[in-house]
Structures are given as structure tokens and as C-alpha cells.
T-cell receptor, first 114, second 109 residues
Framework: DGGITQSPKYLFRKEGQNVTLSCEQN?????MYWYRQDPGQGLRLIYY???????QKGDIAEGYSVSREKKESFPLTVTSAQKNPTAFYLC?????????????FGPGTRLTVT | GEDVEQSLFLSVREGDSSVINCTYT??????LYWYKQEPGAGLQLLTY?????DMKQDQRLTVLLNKKDKHLSLRIADTQTGDSAIYFC?????????FGQGTELSVKP
């Protein structure tokens, strides 16, 4: 079965700790994305990657970092610099970036920082 | 800048039609999308419309696009309790999706 997996589903961390969220896809997609979802605010783009070893900042990249060492993997690190990290994080992928390429979403990771 | 607006809540009775509305600002958007999100899950693409179309029908779903007013709507016929979810419209901003805030649809039996 092809798809996108995110792990874990729920993650709890203490303030001041970095945490890495996993995203893996076996769809052979070149493009991958990270979104943050807060109630009543829809989805906001954090980072995206068009190809291995390349990535670009989205609208709210401050306090986050990513890597794209393999085509199928796009991990997101939420650093201690992120002022309000508690949110639902969604990973997506598409065949390519560009108009009209459908984005497929993973099930999400809910991060709670206390 | 690009912006997509939706009302936050809609409540309907089972069997009625639901209409979820969306306005967008980027007139150059080529595709406009509707996604569905069930509780605690990721987003699932429901349907999309190409910007040179006025209407698209797919089983119980009808999408209407008014380019002049930059208004997009999703009509769900014979709404069922299983349709309860959050519905997002999104415009294709040069390959990056710009999402609305989402409309939470509640279907009462």
C-alpha cells in the first residue's frame, strides 16, 4: 500500500527541548511539505522540499528545521526557539511542486509542549 | 497577498443539502480544491475545479466557481452523519496550497 506515514501520532515534550517529527512516503514523490494546523486558522506551510537535498522556507519557518537526505523521508525538528509549538503537524507529498499536482496528506502528529 | 476565507461552522439535518462557501483573493489561481478532514486525521482531497470551469459535479458533490466574485462553494446533497468533518478550500498559489480556516460541518440525525 502506498502512502504517507507520520510517527508518533501523539508526542509530549517539555519546554526547552527539541523534538523531531517523522514523515515517510513510499509514493515515489519528489515534493514533500510540512504544515502546522491550529484551531480556526487552517493549515500554514512551514517548509517544503522539491527534491532531495533541497528545501525552502514556507510562511512560518521560524523555530523549525528540516532535512531531506532521502527522497522518501522529510523529518521536521521543532526547536526550543519555536515560541508556541503545541499544534497538529501534517506532512504531505506530491509528485512534483507546481500547479495542479495533488498533495497527499499523512495522518498527522499532535505535539503538546508543557 | 493571497488569502482564503471560510465561515467556521455549519450545522445541517441529515438528508438536507449542505453548502460550504469560500472566497479567495488570487485571481491567477489555476486550480481550487476542497479537502475533508475527519477528527484527528489528515486531509483527504474531495474534489477540485479548474479555473476555466463554472461547475463540476461528482456524485453527491457539486462545486460552483464564480471567478468574477472569487467565490467557491461546495454543495453536498443528501448529507449524512458520516459527512461530519472539517472542510477546507484551498487555492493553488504557484504550486503551494493556500488554505482557508476550514468549515466544521455538523450533521444532526
Amino acid at each position: 500500500d502506498g502512502g504517507i506515514t507520520q510517527s508518533p501520532k501523539y508526542l509530549f515534550r517539555k519546554e526547552g527541548q527539541n523534538v523531531t517529527l517523522s514523515c515517510e512516503q513510499n509514493l515515489n514523490h519528489d515534493a514533500m511539505y510540512w504544515y502546522r494546523q491550529d484551531p480556526g486558522q487552517g493549515l500554514r506551510l512551514i517548509y517544503y522540499s522539491q527534491i532531495v537535498n533541497d528545501f525552502q522556507k514556507g510562511d512560518i519557518a521560524e523555530g523549525y528545521s528540516v532535512s531531506r537526505e532521502k527522497k522518501e523521508s522529510f523529518p521536521l525538528t521543532v526547536t526550543s526557539a519555536q515560541k508556541n509549538p503545541t499544534a497538529f503537524y501534517l506532512c504531505a507529498s506530491s509528485l512534483m511542486t507546481g500547479v495542479g499536482y495533488e498533495q497527499y496528506f499523512g495522518p498527522g502528529t499532535r505535539l503538546t509542549v508543557t | 497577498g493571497e488569502d482564503v476565507e471560510q465561515s467556521l461552522f455549519l450545522s445541517v439535518r441529515e438528508g438536507d443539502s449542505s453548502v460550504i462557501n469560500c472566497t479567495y483573493t488570487d485571481s491567477s489561481s489555476t486550480y481550487l480544491y476542497w479537502y475533508k478532514q475527519e477528527p484527528g486525521a489528515g486531509l483527504q482531497l474531495l474534489t477540485y475545479i479548474f479555473s476555466n470551469m463554472d461547475m463540476k459535479q461528482d456524485q453527491r458533490l457539486t462545486v460552483l466557481l464564480n471567478k468574477k466574485d472569487k467565490h467557491l462553494s461546495l454543495r453536498i446533497a443528501d448529507t449524512q452523519t458520516g459527512d461530519s468533518a472539517i472542510y477546507f478550500c484551498a487555492e493553488d498559489g504557484e504550486g503551494k496550497l493556500i488554505f482557508g480556516q476550514g468549515t466544521e460541518l455538523s450533521v444532526k440525525p
